[in-house]
């Protein structure tokens, strides 16, 4: 598997998307009219900082209105996209990976959380995709399925989520071998 | 700046009034003293009970409602005049008409596409808070409902587009209260970049009940400025202020509709097929690869222009940038952290397409909030700047509406029709 170099997220608010992050610096857009414009120069001549305003980890798009709020406060109470990421599961929220270039899928059918025991451990819906982690996200097309995406929140699940997977012909079948390998899906 | 014709709507085009019963006191104006802002228009909305005062007939009571019947066979003949034809039945009647698809379908089938479009706007528009408005926004809506295919997909979802009063904060309407107390009251009502939604002046894509709403500003129909107490604290239910005070803005210009892009976003969202979307996400992926790099970022190839300003703006200059220095540095950033300097079309997909369609419209005056560069404008310059698939796309959507009369150069032309007109001289408030 090819790690992207800035992982890239879509977050659900069950079967609806609200937001797409990146682990880079960047802007935080809302649905909302544009903000005000250029926020002017970094500095000095010569300085290759970032511009005014910006994140310090994360660029982010929003795409829900009723959810901006929660999603923005959410945000401030983080150190890091990662601690951002645990803060939306927490809340409720689902990741998947985002491949834009295949345009955004603005709804997803309804997908079933994952658990290993009590613990939330990952999250499959019944439309073709990619499998990723939260840590580590594949480049491009790889590991893309036919029968479901699907997101591992922990590592210790990635290895049955995936073997699930790749050897499912159907939906109805890959949350039986994942509940044989200990993911109830809820 | 020429002069510019507005259809202003007279007493005959305003519709009839939900329930023309006002309460007993008659005295709105001591009872929203009373109870507040907000409370006073979930009021409003719950007894159906509009600012009937303002909006006396002249003339006695009218026609007598068409039967179900009659109104199915006087749409299906395509010789008859729609607007008057819709304009015999209620407006809360229209908005139902989405829980009857089969029926609609039907029609759909029967009626020109012209014709369709406008039911379909009458259908999906809510003005009664702003019924002077009602006649601009069927204008504006009508003309982006082309496809009946699209017009159906929005109606049934159910699609409600809202004309928020220039005097209101949109939160204080009950489809959009959410906003403000979404989260079971944890969120503060605030936009993902920090902005108050009471403050934001036309949204799209908010869900509420079953249905998404969309909301358009009479100060976009009707022309002028919202009333600055719109940018006061909002507040809850018992008037506590629940967020901060906002700076207080004018009118968008003259010729910009954001209510063609308001419903832009909602037919990008509600109306396209995904398959569709995949097209005007190429379409988005390709421009912004082909204004990659130093010279092609200042190409002028977005409906909002260039994606960066060539030249340096004042207040980079007066910190000792120049234009060289200045392009430099943005070429050296990475796009994520570029996106502030960039023109609104290129941010994202969905306010490419939305630019776009205003651009299409004719709709797309002025100059852009970031590069300060003018936007451009006209079904002309789409075609010269966009692939073939995407006019394609948009001529099946808008069948070469324009709903300003614009010159070759996209330009508004005197005394034509002209969305979000001068507002007239000593016109203020409410309308």
Known sequence: MTDRAVRHFAIYAGDRLVLVVRDNPGTLRSTAGPAPGDPGPPGRPGTNGPPPGTHPFIDAQAHDPAAESRLR?????????????????????????????????????????????????????????????????????????????????????????????????????LLERLAAARLKAA | ??????????????????????????????????????????????????????????????????????LEAALADNTKDVKAIVGRVREDQLNQMWKVPDWV????????????????????????????????ALRLLSAMLHDKETALRMIVRPVTVVIVPRDMQPTELEEFQSLLTKDEGK????????????????????TYG???????????????????????????????????????????????????????????R?????????????????????????????????????????????????????????????????????RVYENYSSQNVDEYFAQLANAYVGANLGIDGATLEPRNNGRDWVASKEPKEMLDLLDRLFNHATVNDIDANGELKARGRCANPPRPPGKRGRT
């Open chain 2, 210 to 268: 079953i249905g998404v709403y969309v909301a358009i500003i009479e100060e976009n129909l009707l022309g002028g400025a919202p009333d600055p107490k719109v940018f006061e604290a909002p507040t809850d239910d018992k008037g506590n202020v629940i967020g901060a005070k906002g700076a207080v803005v004018g009118g968008l210009p003259v010729g910009f509709s954001n209510t063609t892009h308001e419903m832009a976003h909602a037919i990008f």
């Open chain 1, 73 to 173: 406060e959410l945000l401030d109470a983080s150190s890091s996209f990662d601690d951002y990421l645990a803060r939306l599961l927490d809340a409720g929220f689902d990741i998947a990976s985002c491949r834009p270039e295949r345009g955004l899928e603005y709804e997803l059918p309804s997908g079933r959380r994952l658990y290993d025991g009590t613990e939330l451990a990952g999250a499959c819906w019944p439309t073709r995709g990619q499998f990723t982690t939260l840590l580590r996200q594949p480049a491009g097309d790889e590991l893309a399925f036919d029968v479901a995406t699907a997101t591992a929140y922990r590592d210790a699940a990635a290895t049955r989520l995936l073997e699930a997977l790749a050897a499912s012909g159907t939906f109805d079948e």
């Open chain 2, 105 to 136: 379908r039907k029609l759909a089938a029967a009626m020109s596409p012209e014709r369709f479009a406008y039911l379909a706007a009458a259908i999906m528009l809510d003005s009664s808070h702003v019924p002077a408005g009602r006649k601009e």
């Open chain 2, 270 to 338: 509600q109306g396209l097929t995904a398959e569709e979307r995949k097209l005007v996400t190429r379409c988005y992926q390709a421009k912004r690869a082909a204004t990659s790099g130093a010279g092609s970022l200042v190409a002028n190839l977005w409906p909002d222009g260039p994606r960066i300003n060539p030249v340096a703006p004042k207040r980079w200059k007066d910190k000792g940038w120049t234009d060289e220095t200045r392009l430099r540095y943005l070429v050296g950033l990475s796009d994520d952290a570029r």
């Open chain 2, 1 to 70: 700046m020429g002069e510019y014709t507005h259809a202003e709507p007279t007493v005959e085009d305003a519709p009839r009034r939900r329930v023309v019963t006002p309460p007993a006191t008659a005295d709105l104006t001591a009872v929203r003293s009373a109870i507040g802002n907000r409370a006073f228009g979930s009021l409003l909305r719950r007894q159906r009970v509009a600012r009937v005062a303002s909006h006396k007939p002249r003339r006695p009571a009218p026609r007598r409602p068409p039967s179900w019947p009659e």
């Open chain 2, 187 to 206: 969120g503060p009502g605030k936009t993902f970049d920090g902005r108050q939604w009471a403050h934001v002046r036309g949204f799209s894509d908010v």
